[in-house]
């Protein structure tokens, strides 16, 4: 019953291995920025590149197996399904073309075009239903790998960053980044607080699931023997408990906060690492030239 929390996805795990814990909140933000911006209008070459970086990040970053191998594997099979689907899927119809010529014109012409079809699969027939031909070309090659890459990228790069950085380390770099709009009357302490509430709030909603479903296991409730409106009913009655459990700790959250008057306190207070990442400067100083140089990589091979 503890399967939340052996795929710990988006939680914070305490530790001192692994050298991604000693890189500056800020460079993780910057790299998971690019992870997440560079794909867009990318090639299929460059999205390849991004996952295989990514998997390379994540077998070299010196955590230990147990905490990414399963949120990773699952994360593999949800991209290659995605990717599998979309390949098959059709990727748009051919456009209609009339012709002003005769066709008596072309007897003795012969039109060949390219043709982007990689292989074809059927039509299958099973019993009295038929299924038509599966078709794969070019746009629906290209229409998997992006889809598949970009699901990988994007919920792998935030996993590590949360993995490696705590709550207050995230939310301190994100209220550096927005810094400059203080100027113009923008409240970034205050967002940036209940920002760290609502990342602190995750986990009691994961801790409120988790002890439902075990409440489920001791009683060995069955739903194949309820029925089907049985069942129904209990998933119902499951989630309205668990809407009532998270809303009673957002109000004892609220009366918290009102028992201290309101008041919410600057990032920089809650950072419990301030003078971690000064030790590791060579290790951000490599990181930030590497980031430079993949930046320029996608300005030139970015459309391939």
């Known amino acids: ?28 933000f910057a790299w998971v920025l690019m992870f997440l911006v ?32 399963r949120s990773l594997s699952l994360l593999l099979v949800l991209g290659i399904f995605v990717g599998f689907l979309a390949l098959f899927l059709p ?52 229409l998997g790998i992006k889809t598949s890459t970009l ?16 709550s207050e380390d995230l939310v301190w770099s994100l209220s550096w980044f927005l810094a400059p709009l203080s100027l113009l009357g923008v409240p ?16 009691l909603v994961q801790e409120e699931l988790q002890n439902l479903l075990r409440s489920l296991a001791t009683r060995a409730v069955s739903l194949r023997r309820l029925g089907l409106r049985a ?28 028992a201290r008057d309101g008041s919410f306190m600057d990032p920089n207070y809650f950072r419990s690492s301030v003078g971690l990442f000064k030790t590791s400067l060579s290790l951000n100083l490599c990181t930030g030239l590497l980031l430079i140089v993949v930046l320029g990589l996608r300005q030139k091979y970015g459309g391939l």
């Open 1 to 28: 019953m503890d399967w939340l929390r052996q795929v710990p996805i988006g939680q914070y795990v305490d530790g001192s291995s692994g050298w991604l814990r000693y890189l500056d909140p800020r460079l993780k």
């Open 38 to 69: 560079t794909p867009v209008l990318a090639g299929a070459f460059w999205r390849v590149g991004l996952v295989i970086v990514l998997l390379l990040i994540t077998f070299l970053s010196g955590l230990p197996v147990r905490i990414w191998w």
């Open 91 to 142: 990727a748009g119809e051919p456009a209609a073309v009339l012709s002003v010529r005769a066709q008596s014109e072309f007897s003795n012409v012969v039109l060949q075009g390219p043709s982007w079809e990689i292989f074809r699969l059927g039509p299958f027939r099973i019993g009295n239903f038929s299924l038509g031909t599966f078709v794969v070309d070019r746009r629906s090659a290209e």
């Open 151 to 166: 699901i990988i990228t994007v919920v792998q790069s935030v996993n590590l960053m949360l993995l490696t950085t705590e």
């Open 188 to 203: 970034v302490n205050r967002l940036s607080f209940q920002l760290l509430l609502a990342l602190r709030f995750l986990p």
């Open 231 to 258: 069942s129904v009913g209990l998933i119902l009655s499951v989630a309205e408990r668990l809407l009532a459990n998270i809303l009673l700790r957002a109000e004892q959250g609220a009366e918290a906060m009102l």
